[in-house]
């Protein structure tokens, strides 16, 4: 039995064509918003299953079905983030944003090619780095949605007002104060070259196990966290300090001496992903500033790495 949809359908009809084109825009948007592309995918098919169980006479009263969509997928985001804040406080360790998968080794601080990976319909900017999602972590489910949709997307603070459900002058607020969050945690910017030579001679340091070169690649006041969500093991509080991090970091090499470095892009910058027997273990995304690593995450979580092993 075929669906009321199915992809071949869209040659049939311009009207529908245009409706699915919208996808890519939505997916990019709830991935912002919830950071999980996983969750972004549902979402997103969620607010297409509420379109076509609609009457014909309903969506044709709908002006800008475009528009009807994104205030679907924002509500949805926005119910979703509210209810994640109660699963976080049950979730084993830390909690990172899902790294964006990506095979392509990195040159210089570019991606090496295109990737035919599901994350290549969202757009790699600014706003998908892990130091940026990790900060959005921080903002209510409101600040969050009214600063991705105002901010990053352009949307006016008057449609912004109808998915978040206040005036547009609470959103224009809301924006403001994540605005303030996202100033006070905005590292000095570190070109894209010099961002790959500091992940690169971080990777030669770690495999081999020099101390020293670590701690003069960290920044003294540095911050690493690991994400294995309970099912693998991690560190479940941050680790503070470049020396504490680089012994730690040494201590792990040595448990794992089979492990195999990969320089890939995570979520559009230069980072690492760690394999066993060709599965990933871990994704490592960077934050830098001044030549040295002020910040790095470690996703070992194995059901935000599935994506990330090859088949």
């Known amino acids: 039995m075929r669906s009321q949809y199915e992809p071949g359908d869209s040659w049939l009809d311009p009207s529908l064509s245009a409706l699915m084109s919208e996808r890519r825009q939505l997916i990019n948007l709830a991935y912002r918003l919830l950071g999980s592309l996983a969750d972004a995918e549902d979402v997103v098919q969620e607010a ?37 804040r109660a699963r976080r406080e049950r979730y084993v360790g830390e909690w990172i944003p899902e790294p964006l998968p990506d095979r392509m080794e990195w040159t210089d601080g570019r991606s090496g090619g295109a990737t035919v990976d599901p ?133 792990v090499a040595g448990k794992a001496p089979d492990q195999t470095i990969l320089e890939r892009t995570v979520n559009g910058q230069p980072g690492l992903v760690v394999q066993h027997d060709g599965v990933t273990t871990a994704v490592l995304a960077f934050d830098i500033a001044d030549d040295r690593i002020t910040h790095f995450w470690a996703v070992r979580n194995p059901e935000k790495l599935r994506p990330w092993t090859t088949d």
């Not at 006479?57 to 985001?77: D, F, H, M, N, Y």
């Not at 910017?189 to 101390?211: C, G, H, L, S, Y």
């Not at 693998?232 to 680089?246: D, K, R």
Request: proline share 4%; aromatic share 8%; hydrophobic share 45%.
């Open 48 to 84: 297409y299953v509420r379109w076509y169980v609609m009457s014909p006479q309903q969506q044709k009263a709908i002006e800008s079905p475009g528009a009807w969509l994104t205030k679907v997928a924002g509500r949805i985001c926005l119910d979703q983030l509210r209810s994640a």
């Open 119 to 251: 994350a290549d319909r969202v757009t790699l900017d600014e706003s998908v780095n892990m130091a940026f999602l990790v900060v959005l972590e921080s903002m209510t489910p409101a600040e969050r949605v009214a600063f991705i949709l105002h901010d990053v997307f352009r949307y006016s603070f008057a449609e912004v007002a109808e998915i978040v459900g206040r005036t547009p002058a609470a959103c224009r607020q809301l924006a403001s104060s994540a605005r303030r969050r996202m100033r006070v945690s905005h590292a000095p910017a570190t070109t894209a070259t010099r961002r790959a030579a500091v992940v690169r001679e971080f990777k030669q340091a770690w495999e081999a196990r020099d101390i020293a070169a670590l701690i003069g690649l960290l920044d003294p006041d540095a911050t690493a966290l690991a994400d294995g969500g309970g099912l693998v093991n991690a560190a479940l509080h941050p680790i503070t300090g470049g020396e504490e991090i680089a012994r730690y970091l040494v201590s």
